[in-house]
């Protein structure tokens, strides 16, 4: 009896043994085979958010497009349903209202700043010049002259610096005007209706694809934008520089010359930058409804950005025909030379790469393929 219960016992023992040894085998290839999904991973997406220590995709929150189901992470704020993917990543913040309200904050400061640069030398130049006309010595008209001159050295820096065109990119070399005037405009209320636009596609934009994102669309859009008016206006027949606000100032100089066709329009605003916004957030959010001029009742956000785009091409083709929709029917004045002071060419350039934007990042999510879209979510570096 004692040595069948040992070799009972022994028994018992091989077979725990052998099966010890078989999940320590187990265990030893589902290790290697985590580490292999971990090298694909960093391989499909070598960002910082990846390998950083202490970050993971599987902390970030995700957009589920296409099924509609719970978003994954701390925020669950909204969903996006799209056919053309599964899901976007968010920014990988967690806090990525914050991450909304301090980027639109810091371009609306610096836009201000830069409006209240243009306001300041031009009250200065107008002061000037009123104090010129009741000077009574020479001293007082000499210290006049002075904020005078000094006002239009300032407003030429202004032009040249926030203002693009091709004479200023291709002749003189200013090739960052393309991106300073998308954060420059040339009075209060165009900074005002740019500004609405902004907050408006801006703020949920962002809290999708995040302020790195963001700040690039806004940018290369607004440097599109402005390639794009300023190649409009030489094949419109600009091609002579237009004179500076020194040469404009003189007694002898004829205004009427500036509304020539055959001098450039420098342009400026970031209506560019904020049609891209648009393009963008109107495949992002294509069942959103938006309200838009001459149209009483709310539409889908992709028709709307479309008849804006439509608009702006017939601004470029039939500029008349727009100003008569525009102006209620009202005939411009048989005598009065066009000048266009609405960058049409500027607003179908960035619908157009907003549009884009969004097409690739969305293309993107699309390619993942499901099995590492669920790796890249429980995977932890």
């Given amino acids: 009896e004692v040595l069948k219960g040992t070799n009972f016992v022994n028994s018992a023992n091989f077979d725990l043994h052998r099966k010890i040894h078989d999940l320590t085998e187990r265990v030893e290839e589902l290790e290697e085979e985590n580490e292999q999904l971990k090298e694909k991973i960093r391989s499909y997406n070598p960002s910082k958010y990846a390998t950083r220590p202490g970050s993971s995709y599987a902390n970030s929150s995700h957009l589920s497009l296409m099924t509609g189901l719970k978003r994954n992470g701390p925020l669950n704020l909204f969903y996006i349903h799209h056919p053309l993917t599964n899901e976007i990543p968010l920014n990988h913040k967690t806090n990525t209202h914050v991450d909304a309200w301090v980027t639109l904050t810091a371009l609306t400061v610096i836009q201000g700043a830069i409006l209240a640069l243009w306001i300041g030398c031009t009250l200065a130049f107008s002061d000037g010049v009123a104090e010129l006309e009741h000077v009574k010595t020479e001293e007082e008209k000499e210290e006049a002259l002075k904020c005078v001159y000094a006002a239009v050295d300032?407003?030429?820096?202004?032009?040249?610096?926030?203002?693009?065109?091709?004479?200023?990119?291709?002749?003189?070399?200013?090739?960052?005007?393309?991106?300073?005037?998308?954060?420059?405009?040339?009075n209060v209320a165009h900074f005002v209706g740019n500004l609405v636009a902004m907050w408006l596609f801006g703020f949920k934009l962002l809290r999708v694809i995040g302020p790195y994102r963001f700040m690039l669309l806004y940018s290369?859009?607004?440097?599109?934008?402005?390639?794009?008016?300023?190649?409009?206006?030489?094949?419109?027949?600009g091609v002579e520089e237009m004179p500076s606000f020194r040469e404009r100032c003189k007694p002898d100089f004829d205004e009427s010359v500036i509304k020539s066709p055959k001098y450039e329009k420098p342009c400026l605003g970031s209506s560019g930058s904020v049609l891209a916004m648009a393009g963008a957030a109107s495949l992002?959010?294509?069942?959103?409804?938006?309200?838009?001029?001459?149209?009483?009742?709310?539409?889908?956000?992709?028709?709307?950005?479309?008849l804006y785009f439509a608009s702006d091409l017939v601004g470029i083709t039939h500029p008349d025909f727009l100003y008569k929709i525009m102006n209620w029917g009202?005939?411009?004045?048989?005598?009065?030379?066009?000048?266009?002071?609405?960058?049409?060419?500027?607003?179908?350039?960035?619908?157009?790469?907003?549009?884009?934007?969004?097409?690739?990042?969305?293309?993107?999510?699309?390619?993942m393929p499901p099995a590492l879209q669920q790796t890249l979510q429980q995977t932890k570096k």
């Fill in 220 to 237: 290369v859009g607004g440097i599109f934008a402005s390639v794009c008016q300023n190649v409009f206006t030489t094949w419109e027949g």
């Fill in 154 to 186: 300032d407003i030429v820096f202004m032009e040249e610096n926030f203002m693009t065109s091709n004479s200023s990119v291709l002749q003189h070399g200013r090739y960052w005007t393309l991106l300073t005037a998308c954060f420059s405009h040339s």
């Fill in 284 to 306: 992002f959010f294509p069942r959103d409804m938006v309200i838009v001029r001459f149209v009483p009742f709310p539409i889908p956000f992709p028709l709307a950005a479309g």
């Fill in 330 to 367: 009202q005939e411009r004045a048989d005598h009065e030379e066009y000048s266009p002071t609405v960058g049409h060419a500027a607003h179908v350039g960035g619908i157009v790469f907003g549009a884009l934007f969004s097409l690739v990042l969305l293309w993107r999510r699309k390619k």
